[in-house]
């Protein structure tokens, strides 16, 4: 048997050495203390790994997010953000935390392919029903859209083939007569979302929320075409579509909803020169849309006629609608709206004024000029006198014939 011993001498030496081991890791610890104010340990080599490899990992998977192209990160924040909107109680509001922020809800709606469901949609309306389908399909949308059927020209439910024949009904005679005492009438049913003068280049497309007059009527147009008015460059957009001096611009925005009479009409006596057609997104118009996004007009596809009455300027605007990518005018055959492919802010120009034919298309009050597939918005802005005065109030019903204004 061994038997180990040491001196107190010895004993003394062994507690100073361990002192001073101590000491040194201490030094050496405080050494290698980084500017940021993390310390790195420099002897164990597996306490460092221990506390480098997180800040390793968050740093290598933030340059990864970095790296990542905005489609994807918006692709895999569309499904959380449909939820986070949706769920109640705020189930998802604890991954706003850790970082994470969800589209906005105009982001959201906007991301949403409109221009795709409208076309599904208007393949569906050319589908031919079966003879028994038709009243119980019928009937239950004109008991959600409150359909006045005993106006339409057909009343028999049976008589129309499909959904779009529906839309597209055609009134009695009688049904709409026209207003024969004012200038400018009503060119379908609707509602009045807002009229008066256009100020500062913007127009209102409901209460307190505006749009750029350039914008929805795109660049001028040569002045072979309009006779704008020869003004200087410098002068505002709206100063040059003023052809008349004294003269004003207005405007009125009447919206179709869905159980209205689809059609729309000459709103006064005038003749169309040139027709600009905007491809563009198919977002709802509704009153409470058109509150929620800013310029919402100008984001739509929309048909502008554009021409002259006896006081000036005068443009017709057919705005497209969720559902209604289809916007027909009668004596355009060109015309085809809600195409596949188009490129954002472009716009195609066509011109009724030729060789042949100098004075462009003349469209008397209240005659045929277009329809709609569903419900959408028409804007009117033109150039009249300054006592000019509309006979309307805001948020009222209209009907296709009923006086809009007058002098």
């Not at 977002?283 to 984001?299: D, Q, T, Y």
Request: net charge positive; hydrophobic share 35%; charged share 20%.
């Amino acid at each position: 048997m061994i038997a180990l011993s040491f001196s107190g001498e010895e004993a003394g030496g062994k507690k100073l050495c361990l002192l001073q081991r101590k000491s040194v890791s201490q030094k050496h610890r405080l050494a290698s203390q980084s500017g940021d104010g993390c310390a790195c340990y420099s002897e164990p080599g597996f306490e460092k790994n221990r506390l480098q490899f997180p800040q390793l990992a968050l740093r290598r998977r933030l340059g990864q997010l970095s790296c990542m192209s905005r489609p994807a990160l918006k692709l895999r924040s569309w499904p959380l953000t449909i939820l986070y909107y949706l769920l109640p109680f705020g189930a998802l509001k604890p991954l706003t935390r850790v970082g994470w922020r969800p589209m906005s809800r105009v982001a959201l709606y906007k991301s949403v392919p409109t221009r795709l469901l409208s076309r599904a949609w208007g393949r569906l309306n050319q589908v031919e029903l079966p003879t028994w389908l038709r009243k119980p399909v019928y009937s239950l949308y004109i008991w959600t859209f409150g359909v006045n059927m005993k106006e339409a020209a057909v009343e028999d439910l049976h008589h129309y083939r499909n959904l779009s024949e529906f839309f597209r009904r055609k009134l009695k005679p009688q049904a709409r007569p026209v207003c024969c005492l004012h200038s400018v009438i009503s060119p379908s049913d609707g509602k009045i979302l807002n009229f008066g003068q256009v100020k500062n280049c913007e127009v209102e497309q409901v209460k307190g929320v505006t749009y750029s007059l350039e914008s929805f009527l795109g660049p001028r147009i040569s002045t072979e075409e309009l006779r704008f008015s020869q003004a200087p460059p410098g002068n505002s957009f709206q100063q040059q579509l003023v052809t008349k001096e004294g003269n004003e611009l207005y405007h009125c925005v009447i919206y179709l909803a869905p159980g209205d009479y689809h059609c729309f009409h000459s709103p006064t006596d005038w003749r169309v020169s040139h027709r600009r057609h905007f491809p563009g997104s198919l977002m709802s118009v509704n009153p409470g849309v058109a509150r929620w996004i800013k310029e919402l007009f100008c984001h739509n596809e929309r048909v502008v006629l554009t021409g002259n009455w006896k006081h000036g300027f005068f443009s017709l605007t057919a705005v497209g609608a969720t559902n209604v990518g289809s916007i027909r005018i009668y004596f355009d055959q060109d015309l085809h709206t809600n195409s596949p492919s188009y490129s954002k802010g472009s716009y195609n120009d066509f011109s009724f004024i030729s060789n042949n034919n100098k004075k462009g298309i003349p469209m008397r009050k209240g005659e045929h000029l277009g329809e709609f597939n569903l419900g959408s918005t028409i804007v009117l802005i033109f150039e009249a006198p300054k006592d000019f005065k509309f006979h309307l109030k805001a948020g009222q019903k209209i009907r296709f014939g009923e006086a809009l204004g007058s002098l």
